[in-house]
């Protein structure tokens, strides 16, 4: 749910600021400003989410998600709507980290890999179900009233997160600055996060160059909106079919190697966009760029949860949470500016050239990481 709301939100929230009377511009800054607020949230409410526990984090995200749906309801004005954007943004940085380091603290080391692989299908299916509900249900009853009745499901869900069962008690030791920012460094700059943070953040560049270009060379290329929908859904289905194999494999063999495989399905993926506009083309390419998804985030997010202690978990899935948002916030513009300065192959050309550059970081990071840091206690 706190992944489903802001998918939701994303085919339609630029058209419902158009109808309250937003400018270009503070469309562009209404849309944008979710990403702004929620990038640095992750990271900050992720070390409170070690601090205070993860269950009330869960609560406190999903009830602020529910204000947010709340205030595009009632929205009577872009500024008001601006308002539910920071609030929106805010929720998540709480609701991702805490549900990431639920589920973390609630699997075994041995099985992160699988553990993850199921949080993530539940992100991809939030992709799809939100994507398919957001601009369909908003053109039968409105967006106002689909912001309404998500907001009170939202609240029905933070009712229902009070109750879930505690597994991880915070330490009560006081905050002190200095050893915060000794905690996140620790947590987020040892030697094992480069493989599943580099990853996750160029597979996530390439999905803002999807939304942000690929798209509208597909529409220019004669698709309809509802048919570029349904090529993007492929991706998801996809993605959500080989999680679960991909995290099994990555507890089998390791992570570093699966996120390799990955890494080069996002390539190829790019690759085939490359070879046409034409049926079946972009099908085809959608399946590889699935597969790679579904490879990259299970197995980056189970080396995440298994280099990561109990106490400093918050922190490590915060970051992740925000380079997921970064990547996306950054591939995007990146790739609409070289698109405007180049023809289209060179900015698919940029698919390709990012997660190749990843992979081979990995690749030479490899004989290093056959010594990974030791399992924290």
Do not use: C, W
Not at 118 to 136: K, T
């Amino acid at each position: 749910m706190v992944n489903f709301d802001s998918n939701a939100a994303i085919p339609i929230i630029a058209t419902y600021a158009g109808k309250l009377g937003a400018s270009i511009i503070l469309t562009g800054f209404i849309v944008g400003v979710y990403s702004m607020v929620h990038i640095p949230s992750n990271i900050i409410f992720g070390r409170l989410v070690d601090k205070i526990g993860r269950n009330r984090l869960i609560s406190i995200g999903v009830f602020l998600d529910g204000i947010s749906m709340l205030l595009y309801a009632i929205a009577q004005d872009p500024l008001f709507l601006l308002l539910g954007r920071i609030v929106h943004g805010i929720g998540g940085g709480f609701g991702g980290p805490a549900t990431m380091a639920y589920i973390s603290d609630a699997t075994s080391q041995k099985r992160s890999g699988r553990g993850m692989a199921l949080y993530g299908m539940s992100i991809g299916f939030s992709n799809l179900i939100g994507f398919l509900l957001g601009g369909l249900v908003a053109q039968i009853i409105g967006e106002s009233n689909l912001f309404f009745i998500m907001a009170i499901v939202l609240f029905i869900m933070t009712f229902s997160s009070f109750f879930l069962p505690s597994i991880y008690q915070p330490s009560k030791k006081k905050i002190i600055l200095r050893e915060e920012l000794k905690t996140f460094k620790e947590a987020v700059f040892r030697k094992s996060m480069i493989s599943p943070y580099f990853s996750i953040l160029a597979m996530m560049f390439n999905m803002g160059i999807v939304t942000a270009v690929y798209t509208l060379i597909l529409e220019d290329g004669g698709y309809t909106v509802g048919q570029t929908g349904m090529i993007l859904s492929i991706m998801v289905i996809f993605s959500i079919l080989i999680h679960y194999p991909a995290g099994i494999l990555s507890d089998r063999i390791g992570y570093v190697k699966v996120m390799l495989v990955g890494l080069l399905l996002v390539a190829s993926a790019f690759g085939v966009f490359m070879i046409s506009f034409e049926v079946p083309i972009p099908m085809i390419g959608m399946v590889f760029l699935g597969l790679g998804h579904g490879l990259i985030f299970p197995s980056s997010a189970g080396a995440v949860k298994e280099k990561t202690k109990g106490s400093e978990s918050g922190v490590a899935t915060g970051t992740f949470y925000a380079l997921i948002v970064a990547g996306v916030a950054i591939g995007a513009p990146i790739s609409t500016h070289v698109l405007d300065l180049y023809a289209e192959q060179a900015t698919l050309l940029l698919g390709i050239i990012v997660p190749l550059i990843v992979a081979a970081i990995l690749i030479v990071l490899f004989r290093f990481l056959k010594n990974e840091d030791p399992i924290p206690e």
